[in-house]
């Protein structure tokens, strides 16, 4: 392409004509924000349904777009310093189902070393990132994206997101049918549908081909679809109200056989239901999940009902399945069993041993690329490219544990392609193990992000791996999941071990902290959410994690999975052999506490506090949050124990006794009763928004109080239970952070707290 050529004139009817029109109309909405003539607010919905993000920049670049330190970009990225009007971001793009092909991967490898620093990044969602990306360049990226046949409209905002799918969805061995043409279909279906462009927030799917397995995770998603067959004929098993987030919920039954001819309209029908009656102006509360909360899902289930009847026949719904169920991949050769093993090298053995799965088709493997973090270089995946059009055809797919599976490998060629992947550094094994960690980008670029979940993990990743071989096999099966924050990006809910940061203030200095989440379910499609249990500094969670399953190792019985481990051996145990951990030495004894991993600056900046009595000197506040903190944990036990009422007022408690914490910063000799502490926190913390927390959705956590305060319960049920539970625990996080923005440990009542 020459200089005064353009993508749009190069790339002509390369380009389909509806994602064409949908990027030229951005690219007049970025020419009227430049002109200042569309409100920032406006267009920043507009750029986020594009998959246009806003990122942090205080590892990289600030919001005004100067540069705070250099980045390593790629020799082929000529745009330098960022002297743009709008400081550069992360561009998100959109696959439905994972599945690439290598033009498409090509073209990804461009793009990272064109725009963006040379990194592709895969995410939990299937989905690639590129960061640090321009946004008068986004339109150029998007051209070039759509003529392979990728779009990134509807990548974020309050949408359809990717819809996504098992990775082995047609060469599973335990599937009841190939979800993929199921779920490609809707995706397609949905996307930019009038029914569906109304929504609080974000909305997500998930396909499933079997039950047992993690799959597809359909218990965590807005809408989950697992297929089943009833008497030869296909359809599927729906479930709606699922989601992560601070306080996940799990999805429920809607329709035990939706026959496939049916998924298009009754999803439309949802959508439907969702726009009318969801949530619009408390983003908090605007997911699906709390509607059908709100509502139960009988009565949300006859409302879509209701809907399905009122929703005008649309002739999309049988051209968009025409043929689906002949949909079939091909390989690139015949099937052929790899026969011989004593010429076979080590490292082919772990590697095969890991991350090769042998398909339900004979003399076929699927071989998984184990991508640390889920970054691979724009070198890398060019070269990637090139290996699958030697093994496979165009049969490439993401994973949501952020890898490449490449299907429809013959087994014969398994030896051939370990050493094409050697070259390229990407035939690490330990796919699908305990070194396999997910992460979300934390604080490396994400706005939200409290500590390094990146950092956190590349450490876990490193120790875990050299002591691989010796660990025990049920070890070597157990997933770790990070997040950088409540949110839930990385997952951390349904991981067999899970972390999400957190902070704590100790002698005036930040100190990175996560949260230990043991409970979660990986398997049966997100079987069960795990709970939070005690915060420790995030130098001693590799300890945590040698702990844990060290004491799994000894302690378990016969084949016992680890979930029921720890229910067996319970909570209350787990946190008092970690509690020890949670120990901050003084910044003269060990300042590594003091910054995260991956970062060699201290966390945060602070004036260090003296200590008194040869101990460390604690605010009143953090004394008795941490009393919250144990209150809540006594909550978790009263669940787990099934005593769901006594759960739920325990949490509450701890609720109130965090807000009657901070309250006490301002009036120290608070009333104990209830009304009296809601009354003055609403007065002193919500109305004035001191409670607030700009990097979060504003007053979310102060309302659990309120409607905690305000509810009668008749029914005390184990998901009312549990959401207490968190929302304890989240509120309490809140409190400590509200406490270090707001007061100074100077003017702070303080306790000593005296060395054990």
């Known amino acids: 392409m020459t200089e005064a050529t353009s993508w749009k004139e190069t790339l002509g009817s390369r380009i389909p004509e509806d994602l064409g029109r949908e990027i030229d109309i951005f690219e007049t909405q970025i020419g009227l924000r430049q002109q200042d003539k569309l409100d920032e607010i406006i267009f920043a919905e507009t750029r986020l349904r594009r998959g246009a993000y806003g990122q942090r920049y205080d590892n990289g670049q600030r ?142 799917i998930a396909f499933s081909g079997c039950r047992d397995e993690a799959c597809g995770l359909t218990s965590m998603h807005d809408m989950g679809a697992l297929a089943v067959l009833r008497e030869g004929k296909r359809g599927f098993e729906l479930y709606v109200g699922g989601g992560l987030g601070p306080v996940p919920h799990r999805a429920k039954l809607i329709e035990e056989f939706v026959p496939a001819e049916e998924l298009l309209p009754l999803t439309q029908a949802i959508g439907r239901v969702f726009a009318r009656l969801g949530e619009k102006k408390n983003r908090a509360r605007a997911r699906i999940k709390f509607l059908i909360a709100k509502l139960g899902i009988e009565e949300f289930k006859r409302l879509v009902t209701e809907e399905r009847q009122l929703v005008t026949e649309d002739p999309l719904w049988a051209t968009t399945l025409e043929g689906i169920e002949s949909h079939s991949e091909e390989a690139l050769r015949p099937g052929q069993a ?38 691979i270089t724009a070198n890398q995946l060019r070269a990637l490219a090139d290996v699958c059009r030697r093994f496979v055809k165009d049969t490439v797919r993401t994973t949501v544990e952020q890898n490449f599976v490449l299907r429809w490998v013959s087994e014969a060629d398994l030896p051939d392609l370990y050493n094409a992947l050697e070259e390229l550094d990407l035939a690490a094994p330990g796919a699908g193990t305990i070194v396999d960690i997910t992460a979300c980008p934390g604080t490396d670029t994400c706005k939200l992000g409290i500590a390094s979940s990146r950092g956190l993990a590349g450490e876990l990743r490193q120790q875990l791996s050299e002591s691989f071989l010796e660990l025990d096999q049920a070890v070597k099966g157990l997933r770790i999941k990070v997040s950088g924050c409540f949110n839930a990006c990385g997952q951390h ?22 949260q230990v989440i043991l409970g979660g379910r990986w398997q049966e499609n997100a079987g069960s959410f795990g709970l939070a249990m005690v915060a420790i500094p995030s130098r001693n969670i590799p300890q945590v994690v040698t702990r844990l399953t060290e004491r799994f190792v000894q302690d378990r019985n016969g084949n016992e999975s680890f979930q029921d481990f720890i229910e067996r051996t319970g909570k209350r145990e787990f946190r008092s052999m970690l509690e020890d951990l949670a120990v ?111 990097g979060t959705a504003k007053d979310k956590f102060a309302r659990y109080l309120f409607r905690m305060h305000e509810t009668v319960i008749d029914d005390y049920t184990q998901d009312l239970a549990h959401r207490a539970v968190e929302e304890a625990q989240l509120f309490i996080e809140a409190a400590y952070a509200c406490y270090d923005r707001t007061t100074s440990v100077e003017a702070a009542p303080v306790v000593p707290l005296l060395p054990k």
């Open 63 to 204: 919001f005004d777009g100067s540069r705070t330190q250099e980045l390593n970009f790629p020799e082929g990225n000529t745009k330098g310093p960022n002297t743009a009007w709008h400081a550069p971001g992360m561009q998100r793009i959109k696959i439905p189902c994972g599945g690439l092909n290598c033009a498409q991967m090509d073209t990804l490898a461009d793009l990272a070393e064109e725009y963006s620093d040379g990194i592709c990044h895969i995410t939990t969602r299937q989905d690639f990132q590129l960061h640090y990306v321009h946004i008068e360049d986004t339109v150029d990226l998007m051209r070039r994206l759509a003529a392979v046949g990728i779009t990134t409209q509807e990548a974020c905002g309050n949408a359809v997101r990717n819809v996504t799918a098992c990775p082995l969805a047609g060469v599973c061995k335990t599937q009841s049918f190939d979800v993929t043409p199921y779920a490609d279909a809707l995706a397609r279906f949905l996307l930019g549908h009038p029914d569906m462009q109304d929504f609080g927030r974000k909305f997500k």
């Open 338 to 375: 790899l026969n011989g093993m004593n010429h076979l090298s080590e490292g082919f053995r772990r590697w095969q041993e890991t991350n090769v799965y042998q398909q339900g088709q004979a003399g076929y493997a699927v071989a998984t690329v184990n991508l640390p973090l889920g970054d």
């Open 493 to 514: 809910h349904v991981a067999d071990i899970g972390f999400y940061g957190v902070s704590r203030k100790i002698g005036g200095i930040t100190v990175p902290h996560f």
């Open 584 to 694: 901050v030495p003084a910044y003269e004894e060990d300042s590594s506490f003091y910054s995260d991993w991956g970062a060699a600056r201290e966390f945060t900046t602070g004036d260090m506090g003296k200590g008194e009595c040869a101990g460390e000197v604690v605010p009143l506040a953090h004394f008795e949050l941490s009393a919250c903190e144990r209150e809540a944990f006594e909550a978790q036990m009263s669940l787990d124990e099934g005593e769901y009422e006594l759960a739920y007022r325990t949490a509450f408690s701890a609720i109130l006794h965090a807000a009657k914490a901070i309250v006490k910063t301002q009036l120290l000799d608070v009333p104990d009763d209830a009304d009296t502490i809601v009354e003055e926190f609403r007065r002193r913390f919500f109305e004035t928004e001191l409670f607030f927390d700009a």
